[in-house]
């Protein structure tokens, strides 16, 4: 099938969106990776000590959902952090089917720790870009993930 130019021209640039924004999402997960190695963390595991820390969510199931992730990951995830000794899993003393997470001392250290490791990180990946630049950016991607009817705007994130 034929196609206009400028239909090859939007599919082409499209592309290279996709690829532009997982190769940032894989570049911040990299040099977030580096960061908090130091804390015995890897990026995603950051996600569940803040969401914690924030009282987002409580138990498995909110954590995997405010993450985005399926339930058998969000386990193999909560064994990592609870060997490490950054969360515990108890029953709920209400619902005893229900198990509720809960940040060690160490968990919440980290958790106090990690706003600064990731404003470090991602002032060296925004070296260059003006202010006004950040807020746009910010500003796009806040519009691009809020066309997810699924996530909405409950997905962008709230200044800390």
């Known amino acids: ?5 400028d239909a090859r021209q939007i599919d082409c ?5 996709a690829y532009y924004l997982s190769k940032a999402r894989n570049v911040l997960v990299q040099r977030m990776d580096i960061a908090v190695k130091p804390l ?15 009282g987002i969510a409580h138990t498995p199931y909110e954590v995997a959902r405010a993450m985005s992730i399926d339930s058998g990951a969000m386990t193999r995830m909560l064994d990592r952090l609870e060997k490490k000794a950054f969360i515990t899993r108890t029953r709920s003393g209400e619902d005893r089917r229900v198990i509720e997470l809960k940040l060690t001392p160490s968990g919440e250290s980290a958790a106090r720790e990690l706003p ?9 990946q ?7 630049e950040v807020k746009a950016l ?16 409950e997905a962008a994130c709230t200044e800390d």
Do not use: C, Y
């Open 40 to 54: 015995g963390l890897t990026s995603p595991q950051i996600g569940v000590i803040l969401i914690l820390a924030k």
């Open 126 to 132: 925004l070296e260059g870009f003006s202010a006004d």
């Open 13 to 17: 640039s499209e592309s290279r969106l």
């Open 138 to 153: 910010s500003s796009l991607l806040a519009r691009f993930i809020a066309n997810d009817p699924a996530l909405g705007l």
């Open 1 to 5: 099938m034929a196609h206009s130019p």
């Open 116 to 124: 600064h490791l990731r404003d470090v990180v991602m002032g060296r």
